[in-house]
């Protein structure tokens, strides 16, 4: 499949209907969600024939995106009812499977002898619930046994690749590029009709045990 | 939910030492067809609870499974493998903890494994 046919498909996915602020509920846009997913099976092999997880999947955008490139399995992973009902109509619509699982990230426990190969998410950056997207990776980085892609603010960089490298158990941690996130005005508290925020996407590869 | 998800669920409760396989109460199971990809599942063989992938399978109507693995990684095998961890459903039940009863239900295929407050 190529790229702009992965974005286009994307492009036509249903999003958050009552985005929840405090769950930091934006949609991956297709324009990031293609390119994440591309590069990940292009320049890395850590998609097509493997098993991904998908953390804080919301509506499924980077499930869908993985199922397309033909992962093996892919399982999406989130709090909220409602998104994962949404999700479910995204799978259904573009005939794809995915497995659904609603819980707190934060406090799952997976066992399974590193079933899952990879693991892609865009996780809460951590404005509303401090530390969130720390809690993500980590919790990512015990649960893959290939790699993790996942966004984050630029402004943490340096922050995100200490914490991976030392408490997080990672044997690297590279930033693959950085992107613009345009954040559409989805709230009332939001002042601006569009928001850019520099964000990283980051590829990292768990020690193995 | 598959049983290839089943198969890393466990019980998060605090204290629970138990918390693998989760036993499965099935309401409604339907069957969907995907792809065989042998070199995929041969890859599995290595990485699947097998007891807890036959308890489940049977749970779900599906008893043609050997208890043991097989050393020979025949064709016919591979397809009830296939069909086991991949082609089963359960759209409707229960997951339970063995030791606590504790029963994580399953709606619409999504399991719902949040804890209440005071099992945190």
């Known amino acids: 499949m190529k790229l702009k046919q992965l974005e286009g498909l994307l492009g036509d996915l249903q999003q958050f209907s009552n985005p929840n602020v405090e769950l930091e509920q934006y949609p991956t846009g297709p324009h990031i969600a293609s390119r994440m997913l591309f590069t990940a099976e292009n320049s890395y092999g850590d998609i097509t024939d493997k098993v991904v997880a998908d953390f804080g999947c919301g509506c499924g955008t980077l499930s869908t995106a993985a199922s397309l490139l033909d992962a093996a399995c892919v399982i999406g992973y989130d709090i909220d009812l409602q998104s994962l009902e949404t999700a479910t109509l995204n799978a259904e619509e573009l005939e794809v499977e995915i497995d659904l699982v609603q819980c707190d990230i934060t406090k799952l426990e997976l066992k399974g002898h590193q079933i899952v190969d990879t693991v892609v998410m865009n996780p809460p950056f951590g404005t509303r619930k401090k530390g969130a997207d720390m809690e993500f990776l980590s919790a990512a980085m015990k649960v893959a046994s290939q790699a993790v892609y996942s966004l984050h603010k630029t402004s943490t960089r340096e922050h995100i690749k200490r914490a991976a490298l030392r408490d997080f158990n990672a044997k690297s941690a590279e930033v693959i590029c950085e992107l613009r996130y345009d954040l559409p005005k989805l709230y009332k508290f939001h002042k601006r009709k569009e928001v850019d925020i520099a964000v990283d996407l980051w590829r990292f590869e768990p020690r193995q045990n | ?120």
Request: aromatic share 8%; glycine share 4%; hydrophobic share 40%.
């Open chain 2, 1 to 120: 939910m598959r049983l290839i998800v089943h198969n890393m669920l466990t019980c998060n409760i605090k204290g629970v030492v138990n918390k693998f396989p989760l036993r499965i109460e099935a309401e409604k199971v339907i069957k969907k067809e995907v792809d065989f990809n042998p070199d995929f599942l041969r890859h599995m063989l290595a990485k699947i609870e097998w007891k807890a992938l036959v308890d489940g399978a049977r749970s779900m109507g599906y008893t043609e499974l050997p208890d043991q693995l097989e050393s020979e990684e025949s064709y016919s095998f591979l397809k009830k493998f296939h069909h086991a961890l991949l082609e089963l459903h359960l759209e409707e039940g229960s997951l339970v903890c063995q030791e606590t009863g504790r029963k994580f239900p399953v709606e619409k295929g999504v399991p719902n494994m949040l804890l209440h407050e005071d099992e945190v």
